[in-house]
Nanobody
Framework: QVQLVESGGGSVQAGGSLRLSCAASGSAYYRNCMGWFRQAPGKEREGIALIYGGVTDYVDSVKGRFTISQDNAKETVYLQMNNLKPEDTAMYYC??????????????????WGQGTQVTVSS
């Protein structure tokens, strides 16, 4: 129903920036809520940013540095990452959901996932 294709990951030095993109196709309903998650080695997957009903939210560790946005057709979601830190190193995943429950940050409320893109930040 929904396909997500990510791009934009890579390696960057601390203080640098990256912009991740997630191209979405398929049912518009299941793109009502879009989010970004990340998982570092040895750690649990965590939600870091979401957009639902035109409202954005962020986990404390990325507030002021990361920005999630979406184009008018809801076909692409972006994550602009500024002032990157070594602790931001992780696999980043784009996710899509269809209703308000995604705002609870739980991965189980997102129905579709991208393949993941690696972000590596060196000190």
């Amino acid at each position: 129903q929904v396909q997500l294709v990510e791009s934009g990951g890579g390696s960057v030095q601390a203080g640098g920036s990256l912009r991740l993109s997630c191209a979405a196709s398929g049912s518009a309903y299941y793109r009502n809520c879009m989010g970004w998650f990340r998982q570092a080695p040895g750690k649990e997957r965590e939600g870091i940013a979401l957009i639902y009903g035109g409202v954005t939210d962020y986990v404390d560790s990325v507030k002021g540095r990361f920005t999630i946005s979406q184009d008018n057709a809801k076909e692409t979601v972006y994550l602009q990452m500024n002032n990157l830190k070594p602790e931001d190193t992780a696999m980043y995943y784009c996710a899509a959901g269809g209703d308000w429950r995604c705002t609870m940050w739980a991965a189980r409320y997102f129905d579709y996932w991208g393949q993941g893109t690696q972000v590596t930040v060196s000190s």
